[in-house]
């Protein structure tokens, strides 16, 4: 026998139920996180990121073959005297910089360019800033230049390691090769 407040209590538990439903069926209008429009949406924005990222690391690959010689004396022998032979370390710079960009921007050889770019620009590269300005108070700091001398070393670091850990995305001419 049903207790004289059930039938109040199955339908304010029939109308919770609905308005579960309904609040899910919204959710899932404001954020699709799983269906083809967000895959199609991650694809093209992880495109869009390593296009972006490649193409501005290969502007540093480029300025360092405009004079490997000065890179080499005055950036390498300066900042990292425990590296042997200079010279063959800005030319290492500069192929990482400009073949490994390439790599990544195409989607070849991704998580091995991200890996070689990371230790390039994510390590060396911060290593130097933080030698030079510190961390400048980071991360509360407001710079004098507004910005960190280190920030774009870092972002890109950060971006070389999320290609390294995730691959190029569907859109590279070779998804699943390294």
Known sequence: PRSPGSVGRVTRDRVSLQNSKMSAARYELLDDSSGPKAAFATDVGTLVLRVTVSLMVMHHGLQKLQDPQAFAANMVEKFFPFLPWPLVWTW????????GSLCLGLGVFSRVASFLLFVTVGVFANLFHFDVTGVQEFPFGVPAGGAYAFEPSLLSGAIFFYFMCAGPGKYALRPNLF
């Open 92 to 99: 290492l710079a500069i192929v990482v910089e400009l073949a």
